[in-house]
């Protein structure tokens, strides 16, 4: 692996470059016995796993934060997943066939934005994040029955809200989802108004400073109802 890591504009912008190369031999593989009635975990073959990432933060002005990366690998088998102890059938891997369950590209971005409101110890915040997983493949055969291509699928989180000092955060939150082109719903949407959210919350922050309150008084050995 080698990468290169590089700040500009006196901290505001970094950008980080890497690429690797990772040769695997004698993969550890579920199998069956060449007569067939066995199966059990062996090592064969082997694969080459190589790839780039490329990742960028920006803060360009006062609580405002950008990030995003890119990913690309290419995962494939350079030997035949088999030897001589394991039933070869339609499913095993051959040289070249890529490996399951790996993506070829992945990619994501973030933006936040966070100001001092006019109440003390009050923060809005709002908050954008973005996801993309590119194509993977089920199994090894093109040519098995089981074989399918699946992924290329994006996310789309938002936030809004205010927070505080003491870790009290009400949010409105609405997930989306975009998944081959067609955007959809894919979590719950959870909306709750400033003024009710904070209420709560304020409720939640007295009443906790009550019970503490009332746990030392007990502690001093004073009446905790007085």
Request: proline share 3%.
């Amino acid at each position: 692996e080698a990468g290169v890591k590089t700040t500009w504009l006196g901290g505001k912008l970094t950008a980080n470059a890497a690429a690797y190369r990772i040769d695997w031999k004698d993969r550890q593989t579920s199998a069956m016995t060449a007569d067939g009635l066995y199966q059990f975990i062996t090592n064969a073959g082997a694969a080459r796993i190589k790839g780039l990432e490329l990742e960028v933060a920006a803060r360009p002005i006062a609580g405002l934060t950008l990030n995003g990366s890119i990913g690309y690998t290419k995962a494939e088998l350079t030997e035949d997943q088999a030897n001589a102890n394991i039933l070869v059938d339609g499913s095993t891997g051959r040289k070249g066939d890529r490996i399951a369950n790996v993506p070829d590209w992945t990619a994501s971005a973030s933006a936040q934005y966070v100001w001092p409101l006019p109440v003390a110890g009050l923060n809005g915040l709002v908050r954008g994040d973005f996801a993309y997983t590119g194509e993977m493949v089920s199994t090894f055969r093109p040519t098995y029955v089981y074989f399918d291509k699946f992924g290329s699928f994006a996310t789309l989180n938002l936030r809004a809200g205010v927070e505080g000092e003491a870790g009290v955060k009400c949010v409105e939150r609405a997930r989306h989802g975009i998944e081959a082109g067609h955007a959809r719903i894919v979590g719950a949407r959870e909306i709750r108004f400033y003024a009710r959210a904070l209420g709560r919350c304020g409720r939640r922050q007295a009443l906790d400073e009550r019970r503490g309150d009332l746990g030392r008084a007990g502690a001093g050995g004073k009446d905790p109802s007085a």
